[in-house]
Nanobody
Framework: QVQLVESGGGLVQAGGSLRLSCAAS????????MCWFRQAPGKEREFVATISWTGGATYYASSVKGRFTISRDNAKNTVYLQMNSLKPEDTAVYFC?????????????????WGQGTQVTVSS
């Protein structure tokens, strides 16, 4: 099993940047595909970005592609989400998720392990 703790959220002006971190417990972090989701008030949880267990494959939602970058450091048991050129519509609670699989997925139903979330607020 793995436990996840997100950090790095906050309030930023439009056009600014934030870097989210997701620290994972457990010795087998390198076996897990990782994903970032977000959920805005009154909306369903939506896929943001995912990265394979090796870090060799990454996929992004069209709404963030070119602005966000997902990466991982298996030696530090941490996955990151670098968010640049932030927009007010990026405002949401951001969740990190993990699954013990070599396959990446954008479906939240395919992830069994979740963090508690971190709030990102982008002001206009």
């Amino acid at each position: 099993q793995v436990q996840l703790v997100e950090s790095g959220g906050g309030l930023v002006q439009a056009g600014g940047s934030l870097r989210l971190s997701c620290a994972a417990s457990g010795r087998t972090f390198g076996n897990y595909a990782m994903c970032w989701f977000r959920q805005a008030p009154g909306k369903e949880r939506e896929f943001v970005a995912t990265i394979s267990w090796t870090g060799g494959a990454t996929y992004y939602a069209s709404s963030v592609k070119g602005r966000f970058t997902i990466s991982r450091d298996n030696a530090k048991n941490t996955v990151y989400l670098q968010m640049n050129s932030l927009k007010p519509e990026d405002t949401a609670v951001y969740f990190c998720a993990a699954e013990n699989t070599r396959n990446t997925s954008s479906d939240p139903g395919n992830y069994n392990y979740w963090g508690q979330g971190t709030q990102v607020t982008v002001s206009s």
